[in-house]
Every structure is written in structure tokens, then in C-alpha cells.
Nanobody, 119 residues
Framework: QVQLVESGGGSVQPGGSLRLSCAASGIIFSIYAMAWYRQAPGKQRELVATITVGGITNYADSVKGRFTISRDNAKNTVYLQMNSLKPEDTAVYYC?????????????WGQGTQVTVSS
């Protein structure tokens, strides 16, 4: 059974930091590209950051320079370090694992963790 379990969300003031973690089980973690998405109330889910199997990272323009995605294959965990948080970063953050297969992509999602940035 595949599980992606996010943790580390919470409430923080503008300018603060949070570190999200996503622990994976039931998959060979090292062969999956990992990503963080977020969904704010009334908005579509959007891609925040990705990290490939080889460790190449990519970020949404809105978080570049503030967020850092990383992975620890020994711990089957992907992280999202979020600094200089803004109210517009408020959302539910979801972990995603993905790898290509013959007919497309195999994707798994976590249950999400709430991040609230407010004074």
C-alpha cells in the first residue's frame, strides 16, 4: 500500500518559516520524481516545486528564492523549506510522487497539510 504522509504545516506570521516533510512508503522512492503542490480556497491546485530522480529542482515563479525542495532517498522523504512566507502562501500543501510508465505516468498524492500565514 502506497502512502505519502505530509507533516510540518501550521500557522506562522508573515516573514516566518516552515519546513514541510513528506514520508513515502510502499514505493521505491528513489525512482520517483517528487513535487509539492498547493491549493488555496477557491483556487485550482498549483505546482510549487519539483525535484527529479537526479536531484534537479524547479520552482514556481511565486516561490523562487524563498522555497527550497530537497529529498533524502535514505529516509524516503521529500522536504519543502519555506522562508519569507507571505499571506498568499496560505494553502493546503500536497506531496506528489510520479514516475513514467508505458501509458503515461503513475502518480500518488498525500492527504495534504495546512499552511496558514497570517498576522
Amino acid at each position: 500500500q502506497v502512502q505519502l504522509v505530509e507533516s510540518g504545516g501550521g500557522s506562522v506570521q508573515p516573514g516566518g518559516s516552515l519546513r514541510l516533510s513528506c514520508a513515502a512508503s510502499g514505493i521505491i522512492f528513489s525512482i520517483y520524481a517528487m513535487a509539492w503542490y498547493r491549493q488555496a480556497p477557491g483556487k485550482q491546485r498549483e505546482l510549487v516545486a519539483t525535484i527529479t530522480v537526479g536531484g534537479i529542482t524547479n520552482y514556481a515563479d511565486s516561490v523562487k528564492g524563498r522555497f527550497t525542495i530537497s529529498r533524502d532517498n535514505a529516509k524516503n522523504t521529500v522536504y519543502l523549506q519555506m522562508n519569507s512566507l507571505k499571506p498568499e502562501d496560505t494553502a493546503v500543501y500536497y506531496c506528489n510522487a510520479e514516475r513514467p510508465i508505458n501509458v503515461g505516468y503513475l502518480k500518488y498524492w498525500g492527504q495534504g497539510t495546512q499552511v496558514t500565514v497570517s498576522s
